[in-house]
């Protein structure tokens, strides 16, 4: 990474696995830009997908839906739930566990994600106890 501080276009050409089990196409972070506050990526949920339930340790996150359809259950123990849609915003504070998914057999869902944690995956904390918990629900 080049040390000047500049202004940097991001074409995204490229995308890596995240630990919460999607693929980002990666944008603004640390690694791709040298942020020091901040990420942005795209995330594209497929239909029926889901990702493991997880939580970002002192960071928050912010969401702006741009197709489609998708929810998220959220909370201790993901006793909370949310629908959203095309050109909805979410909040999500730091700390907060959260499971976020596609209901739909046949559309996609994408959005914008950025978090005040300027590294792609740092923050992430998998919570598999809450997995477990979700599949009861599904069940």
Not at 7 to 33: D, H, M, P, W
Not at 37 to 66: F, N, S, W
């Amino acid at each position: 990474m080049d040390d000047k501080r500049t202004c940097r276009l991001i074409r995204s050409s490229r995308t890596y696995l995240g630990k919460q089990g999607f693929n980002y196409a990666e944008a603004i972070s640390k690694e791709s830009v040298g942020s020091q506050g901040i990420c942005m990526h795209l995330l594209t949920i497929p239909p029926g997908k889901r990702a493991k339930a997880h939580l970002h340790q002192d960071h928050e996150t912010a969401i702006y839906v741009l197709q489609g359809k998708c929810a998220m259950w959220y909370g201790d123990k993901l006793e909370e739930h949310m629908e959203l849609k095309e050109g909805d915003f979410l909040y999500i504070p730091a700390g907060m566990p959260h499971l976020p998914y596609n209901p739909s057999d046949v559309e996609s869902c994408t959005s914008i994600i950025t978090r005040t944690d300027p590294n792609e995956q740092e923050s992430v904390l998998l919570l598999p106890e809450l997995d477990a918990i979700y599949e009861k629900k599904q069940s």
